[in-house]
């Protein structure tokens, strides 16, 4: 199919972008403001040169590993995307489903286009639930027993959304959900039939999870957006933390860390897991990128809790990298949407397949057969 022509991840971007409608690619791969941060989630990775070790057996590889004591296939998780729909009518039912074939744990967002429970019967495999701390509590805990009723095996809460992130691609491409049905909307569906075609039969116009008795009836779409901005809770300090514990059972962890006494702190309130993250730049600009903020928070909690990393993992090399300095998986968000994008379910299968392949083969040729035996003695930092 389509995805076999695309060669790297930049290839499934590539062909995204010519296969969606211009305001979603943008959705998308776009960030906050100036896109500093984005750039630089990139740019880290290069202070990082890796030192490889010849005349190393590495006919065996081994890349599984485990996540909150589930057996993974592989060093890479997907990352919680909202409204995916938008990008192709099966959105995170699609890439659950990739994730799972592949192996490995789907996270799914509380502002995902398909529901707890469309999820679930498309792609019954592995996954986690994130969730944003909303204003209005009786909605999330409503999500949380839904997802802990559907067998999702751990809770990622998102701290870094206090207010949403101001992405000036959407500004100016008066990019909504639901989308506005303009001319110029329609024009884009006419050069992108694909998309079209996909769309027109199943619009996915909302977020699947917010169709709860809670949500104001009546108000129609618009009203149901301006909901969910409405739901970010600004007001959230750490002592809520324990209030999201009491309405989940099973493993916590924490996404948005960026400071090594943040994630001491989350330590100290028991979360099992602390993924460092800044929102892909989509958030806060001009912060660091998370590879150079990965040392000193792996240095700060010294195991007490497993450490994630996402934000412009696209290479096998950047898989490396991470785990080398600390992390002990990646999580990956637009790479998926773009094979999303770029050739639906198959595509997101290949964004997997493509690092994958990179990750085998750069371990091989790093002598460091094993991921378990990455350390930071394999990493020279430049500068
Ligand atoms: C996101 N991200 C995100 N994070 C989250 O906690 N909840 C969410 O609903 C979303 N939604 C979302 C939508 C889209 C289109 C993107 C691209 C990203 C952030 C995501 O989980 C992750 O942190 C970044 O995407 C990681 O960076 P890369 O891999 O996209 O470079």
């Known amino acids: 199919g389509r995805a076999a022509r695309c ?36 740019d880290g990775f290069e202070r990082f040169e890796l030192l490889p070790r010849m005349l ?32 192709h009518p099966d959105g995170e039912g699609a890439v659950a489903r990739a994730a799972h074939s592949m192996g490995t744990i789907y996270t799914q967002s509380a502002l995902s286009s398909l529901s707890i429970e469309e999820v679930s019967a498309m792609a019954p495999g592995p996954k986690w639930f994130q969730l944003y701390v909303m204003t209005d509590r009786g909605v999330a805990y409503d999500m949380l027993q839904r997802a802990a009723a559907h067998g999702y095996e751990a ?31 329609a024009a884009q569906g006419l050069v992108r039939p694909r998309w079209a075609r996909n769309f027109i039969a199943r619009p996915r116009l909302t977020t699947g999870n917010t169709t709860s ?4 009836a ?9 909901w969910v901005n409405r739901q970010f809770d600004p007001s959230v300090t750490w002592d809520d933390l324990a209030t999201f514990r009491e309405h989940w059972g099973g493993p916590l962890l924490i996404k948005g860390i960026m400071r090594p006494d ?25 912060t660091r990128s998370t590879i150079e903020a990965l040392p000193a928070i792996a ?22 990298t991470a785990l080398a300095l600390g992390a002990r998986a990646v999580l990956i968000g637009r790479p998926m949407v773009y094979g999303l994008g770029a050739a639906g379910e198959a595509g997101v299968r290949r964004a997997f397949e493509l ?14 057969p094993r991921i378990s035996d990455l350390g930071p003695e394999m990493i020279h930092l430049v500068r």
């Open 7 to 42: 060669h790297n991840i930049e290839d499934l971007r590539v062909m995204a972008k010519r296969s969606v409608p211009q305001p979603i690619f943008d959705y998308v791969d776009g960030a906050a403001w100036g896109e500093v941060t984005r750039r630089r989630n990139r």
């Open 56 to 87: 190393v057996d590495v006919s065996k590889l081994e890349l599984a590993t485990t996540a909150l004591g589930r057996e993974i296939a592989l060093p890479i998780i997907g990352a919680p995307t909202g409204t995916t729909g938008l990008t």
């Open 155 to 185: 809770l990622v809460l998102t701290v870094d959304v206090a207010v949403a992130g101001v992405r000036e691609r959407d500004v100016r491409n008066r990019f909504s959900i639901p989308p506005r049905l303009t001319l110029r909307a």
């Open 213 to 216: 008795p809670r949500v104001p």
């Open 218 to 226: 009546g108000g129609g779409a618009v009203a149901h957006a301006e």
């Open 262 to 286: 943040d994630a001491v702190r989350a330590v100290e309130h028991g979360v099992e897991g602390i993924i460092v993250s800044n929102h892909g730049g989509r958030q806060l600009d001009h």
């Open 299 to 320: 240095e700060a909690v010294g195991g007490r809790a497993e450490l994630y990393l996402d934000g412009g993992i696209r290479r096998g090399t950047d898989i490396i």
């Open 355 to 368: 690092l994958h392949g990179e990750l085998a083969t750069a371990l091989a040729l790093a002598g460091y």
